[in-house]
Nanobody, 116 residues
Framework: QVQLVESGGGLVQVGGSLRLSCTAS????????LGWYRQAPGKQRGLVAA???????TYADSVKGRFTISKDNAKNTVYLQMNSLKPEDTAVYYC??????????WGQGTQVTVSS
């Protein structure tokens, strides 16, 4: 069964930090394009950060310099380190995997709330 399991969300004050983790089954992690998306109430889901199988990263302009995506191939886990958090970062964060075979998988989402 394909699974992407996220953890690490929560409530944090402005300027604080959180680290999200997403552990995947081997089949959806290996050689996949992995990403973190977020969706705030009333808004569309959008890409926050992504990392290719080769380690190339990309970020939304709104998080550049504050967020870092990384992965640990041995643990089938992708991380999102979020620093200098702002109220506008409040959203449900989703882990995503796009495999070389064209399959697309989503985690269940984890809530991040930044209080001012």
């Amino acid at each position: 069964q394909v699974q992407l399991v996220e953890s690490g969300g929560g409530l944090v004050q402005v300027g604080g930090s959180l680290r999200l983790s997403c552990t995947a089954s081997r089949s959806v992690f290996y050689s996949a394009f992995l990403g973190w998306y977020r969706q705030a109430p009333g808004k569309q889901r959008g890409l926050v950060a992504a990392i290719s199988s080769g380690g190339t990263t990309t970020y939304a302009d709104s998080v550049k310099g504050r967020f870092t995506i990384s992965k640990d191939n041995a643990k089938n886990t992708v991380y999102l380190q979020m620093n200098s958090l702002k109220p506008e970062d409040t959203a449900v964060y989703y882990c995503n995997s796009k495999t070389p075979m064209g399959a697309n998988y989503w985690g269940q989402g984890t809530q991040v709330t930044v209080s001012s």
